[in-house]
């Protein structure tokens, strides 16, 4: 499967960080992560049959550490500082996370990402930058799949995004910003 945020993702990887991968999905960014030699890895996943696919993933990986539970319960308990933050928790509900699914699949699942979320499950995903500031390192690099759609003063980078079916967008806006002195900015510090 293409990683369309590979940019990012290289950004925030290296083997000296400490990284946080919200919404275990199928495994991509974190398998992606782990690739690069990250210092630790942690993880969280919300759905039980994915946290258990995740939790089977990393049991010969001592750095990394797998967490079940919702985000908006769970960061408050970390005792952890983080260099990246990346978030992707934005799917339907049922997702079967398989990689080879019928057009007719496909497309739910596409209808799904490019609906209006409600307001409650949009309140709670914009909300996801105030919790990461009591878990961020100063530099700390903070990834949201959706972040341009509720900032537009962030770093992006647009790239192609070939869904394999005809109707949907072909390219996708991935944007990251900087934990500075306690605020996410678009510059690593204040000048």
């Known amino acids: 499967m293409v990683i369309f945020e590979q940019e990012v993702l290289d950004l925030m990887s290296s083997p000296q960080k400490d990284i946080l991968d ?3 999905g199928w495994g991509i960014t974190s398998e992606y992560f782990y690739s690069k030699g990250v210092n630790s890895l942690t993880i969280i996943e919300l759905r039980e049959d994915i946290y258990n696919k995740a939790l089977e993933w990393s049991l010969d990986k001592p750095n990394v550490t797998v967490l079940h539970g919702d985000w908006v319960d769970l960061i408050p308990t970390l005792n952890q500082k983080f260099d990246g933050i990346y978030m992707d928790t934005f799917c339907p509900e049922g997702e079967s996370f398989n990689m080879y699914k019928s057009e ?3 497309k739910k699942t596409l209808d799904f990402f490019f609906e209006k ?3 409650g499950e949009w309140e709670k995903y914009v909300s ?3 919790h990461c500031r009591v878990i961020a390192n100063e530099g700390c690099i903070l990834s949201i799949y959706e972040y341009y759609k509720f900032r537009k003063d962030l770093n992006s980078i647009i ?3 070939n869904w394999g079916v005809e109707g949907y967008p072909n390219t996708h806006r ?3 910003s900087y934990f500075s002195k306690g605020e996410f900015n678009r510059t ?3 000048i």
């Open 188 to 190: 690593k510090g204040f």
């Open 104 to 106: 007719e699949e496909q």
């Open 174 to 176: 991935f944007c990251w």
């Open 159 to 161: 790239v192609d995004t």
């Open 117 to 119: 979320p409600s307001i």
């Open 128 to 130: 996801f930058e105030d």
């Open 22 to 24: 919200v919404g275990y």
